[in-house]
């Protein structure tokens, strides 16, 4: 289980769309499917 609570870290810091905290963008993306589908795929970096 931490291993992947690690991959789910690292990708919420990855995330540059959303100049909020880590906290922040977990309950975002716990409520908004659009939203972690953008952090799972990697939609919106460059």
Known sequence: MAIIRHIALNL???EKHLKKGVKR???LAGWDNEY???ILT???QL
């Open 12 to 14: 919420l810091n990855q």
């Open 25 to 27: 963008k977990r309950n």
């Open 36 to 38: 972690l589908m953008e």
């Open 42 to 44: 990697g939609a919106n």
